[in-house]
C-alpha cells in the first residue's frame, strides 16, 4: 500500500504514452456541473471560498483536470453533494483484480 501511494504517478497513474492514446482515441468528458452553479458566478464563488475554507479544496497554477460540483436529492429532501470526477478518473490505470471475502467467512 505504501509503495503505491509514495510514487502513485508511477504505480497508479497511465504513462505519458498510454494518456496520449486515450486523449486521441475517447471522446472528451464534458463535466456535468449544478445549474444554479453554472448559471450565477458570485453563488459559485460564494461556495467555492465555503469549500476552501472547510478545507475541502486547494487551489492550483496548473490544474490537471476539472472537477465540477452538482448536488442530488436525499430522502427527506436534504443535499448530498457530489463531485464529477471523471475527467480525473481516466488518468488511473485498472486496478488489479480483487477477492473479496463472502459473508460466511464471519
Excluded: Q
Amino acid at each position: 500500500g505504501c509503495v503505491l501511494l509514495n510514487d502513485f504517478k508511477a504505480t497508479l497513474l497511465h504513462g505519458p504514452r498510454t494518456w496520449s492514446h486515450i486523449l486521441d482515441s475517447e471522446p472528451p468528458i464534458r463535466p456535468y456541473m449544478d445549474v444554479r452553479l453554472r448559471s450565477d458566478l458570485l453563488l459559485y464563488e460564494k461556495f467555492v471560498g465555503r469549500l476552501h475554507e472547510a478545507g475541502m479544496i486547494r487551489f492550483t497554477d496548473s490544474p490537471l483536470d476539472l472537477v465540477t460540483p452538482f448536488f442530488v436529492e436525499k430522502k427527506g429532501g436534504r443535499l448530498r453533494l457530489v463531485w464529477d470526477c471523471r475527467s480525473c478518473n481516466r488518468r488511473f490505470r485498472a486496478s488489479d483484480p480483487m477477492s473479496m471475502p463472502s459473508g460466511t467467512t464471519w
